[in-house]
T-cell receptor, first 113, second 113 residues
Framework: KQEVTQIPAALSVPEGENLVLNCSFT??????LQWFRQDPGKGLTSLLL?????REQTSGRLNASLDKSSGRSTLYIAASQPGDSATYLC????????????FGKGTLLTVNP | ETGVTQTPRHLVMGMTNKKSLKCEQH?????MYWYKQSAKKPLELMFV???????ENNSVPSRFSPECPNSSHLFLHLHTLQPEDSALYLC????????????FGPGTRLTVL
C-alpha cells in the first residue's frame, strides 16, 4: 500500500527566504507525482505535475524534483512571499489507469512579512 | 462561470436526511472525481468517472451514491450519514483520468448532526 509522508508538517519563514518542502513515498513504482496548493477553506490548485520519466519541473519561482528510486520529491520555492502562505500537498499516482492517487497530509507554510 | 464549481458551499444535515452535492466543470474535461478531506487526515479519493462511466470506487460506504449524467456534471447523493462523515467534499476534473493535471472546485463543507 502506497504511503505518502510530507515533512515538515508546518513551516514558518521570513519573506524573501528560499525554502524546500519534502515528500516521500513508500512504493517507487509510480506514474506521476503532483504538487498542489490549498488555501484555507478552498479547493486545491495544481502547481506542478512530474511524470515518472522526468526529474524535475519548473514554474516561475517553483521547482519540483523527483527521485523515483529513493521515493522522494522536493518542492523548492524561491524568494518566498506572504502570498505563498498556504498548505502544500503532494500526491502520488501509483496505479496509472487504476486511479490509485495517494495524498500526503500536507505542509502548512507561513511566510511572514 | 469558469473552472470547476460546487454547490452548496456549506451543508448541515441530520443523520436521517437525504441531500445531494453538485459539481459542474466548464473545462471540457473527460474525467471527474469526488474526494473527501477530513481534519488531520490525508485527502481521500472516493470515486472516479471517465467519460461518464464509474471506473473507481475506493471502498466507499453505500450511503454515498455518485451520479454522472454527462461529462460536465457530477453529483454525490447522501443518505443516512454519520457524524464522522462530516468533512470537506471536493470535486475535481481532468482531461484524462488521473494521469493528467486535476482541477479542483472550492468544495462543500458538510456537517452531519
Amino acid at each position: 500500500k502506497q504511503e505518502v509522508t510530507q515533512i515538515p508538517a508546518a513551516l514558518s519563514v521570513p519573506e524573501g527566504e528560499n525554502l524546500v518542502l519534502n515528500c516521500s513515498f513508500t512504493d517507487s513504482a509510480i506514474y506521476n507525482l503532483q504538487w498542489f496548493r490549498q488555501d484555507p477553506g478552498k479547493g486545491l490548485t495544481s502547481l506542478l505535475l512530474i511524470q515518472s520519466s522526468q526529474r524535475e519541473q519548473t514554474s516561475g519561482r517553483l521547482n519540483a524534483s523527483l527521485d523515483k528510486s529513493s521515493g522522494r520529491s522536493t518542492l523548492y520555492i524561491a524568494a518566498s512571499q506572504p502570498g505563498d502562505s498556504a498548505t502544500y500537498l503532494c500526491a502520488v499516482n501509483s496505479g496509472g489507469s487504476n486511479y490509485k492517487l495517494t495524498f500526503g497530509k500536507g505542509t502548512l507554510l507561513t511566510v511572514n512579512p | 462561470e469558469t473552472g470547476v464549481t460546487q454547490t452548496p458551499r456549506h451543508l448541515v444535515m441530520g443523520m436521517t436526511n437525504k441531500k445531494s452535492l453538485k459539481c459542474e466543470q466548464h473545462l471540457g474535461h473527460n474525467a471527474m472525481y469526488w474526494y473527501k478531506q477530513s481534519a488531520k487526515k490525508p485527502l481521500e479519493l472516493m470515486f472516479v468517472y471517465s467519460l461518464e462511466e464509474r471506473v473507481e470506487n475506493n471502498s466507499v460506504p453505500s450511503r454515498f451514491s455518485p451520479e454522472c449524467p454527462n461529462s460536465s456534471h457530477l453529483f454525490l447523493h447522501l443518505h443516512t450519514l454519520q457524524p464522522e462523515d462530516s468533512a470537506l467534499y471536493l470535486c475535481a476534473s481532468s482531461q484524462a483520468p488521473v494521469t493528467d493535471t486535476q482541477y479542483f472546485g472550492p468544495g462543500t463543507r458538510l456537517t452531519v448532526l
